[in-house]
T-cell receptor, first 116, second 113 residues
């Protein structure tokens, strides 16, 4: 079916505002990842879900970042009280395999967040 | 600290040239090495290499994993302008049992007509 989709594609927020970024993974994919990609850098891991369980949130940079996947499909990444350093592209990826194995991840187009 | 390093960071070639992109890694619990192509949208999966599959080829693209040297190369022959993109190398990390990917900073390839 369709690939991974993300919305919005672009988001401009004023410093201090809260934002919510949405990811629709490929239907039936068990694993879902969030990555943060700063300008000119490779993506960096933020958090991992296996179905609805958040098994790894070691990459979340601060307690202002929160992610959920309540029904094991759509996921939302929320950033509270945005700061300029949060400006980046936020990528979502999904896979039909469970964590810990060697497998490819399929990425969405990302949400470009600019904090002014 | 686990890390993945790519070189060169940027490269400009002309159509028809052959290019070699490099990726080296220091990852304690290596599971796999993956190559992605990133244009102005989603990173697109190219190859995955593991202990059991250390060489892959698809059309003009090929990749080799050297587990002894902890490195990989991505070769593109007879380059075309459509090959212009950022090429990302990532290593699958098995230490946390999530299979998260550790990415290099990418190589930006520009192919001129």
């Amino acid at each position: 079916g369709a690939g991974v989709s993300q919305s919005p594609r672009y988001k401009v927020a004023k410093r201090g505002q809260d934002v919510a970024l949405r990811c629709d993974p490929i239907s039936g994919h068990v694993s879902l990842f969030w990555y943060q990609q700063a300008l000119g850098q490779g993506p960096e891991f933020l958090t991992y879900f296996q179905n609805e369980a958040q098994l790894d949130k070691s990459g979340l940079p601060s307690d202002r970042f929160f992610a959920e996947r309540p029904e094991g499909s759509v996921s939302t990444l929320k950033i509270q009280r945005t700061q300029q350093e949060d400006s980046a592209v936020y990528l979502c990826a999904s896979s039909d395999r469970r964590g810990g194995m060697a497998y490819e991840q399929y990425f969405g187009p990302g949400t470009r967040l600019t904090v002014t | 600290e686990d890390k993945v390093v790519q070189s060169p960071l940027s490269l400009v070639v002309h159509e028809g040239d052959t290019v070699t992109l490099n990726c080296s890694y220091e990852v304690t619990n290596f599971r796999s090495l993956l190559w992605y192509k990133q244009e102005k949208k989603a990173p697109t999966f190219l190859f995955m290499l593991t202990s059991s599959g250390i060489e892959k080829k698809s059309g003009r693209l090929s990749s080799i994993l050297d587990k002894k040297e902890l490195s990989s190369i991505l070769n593109i022959t007879a380059t075309q302008t459509g090959d212009s993109a950022i090429y990302l190398c990532a290593v699958g990390d098995g230490s946390s049992n999530t299979g998260k990917l550790i990415f290099g900073q990418g190589t930006t390839l520009q192919v001129k007509p």
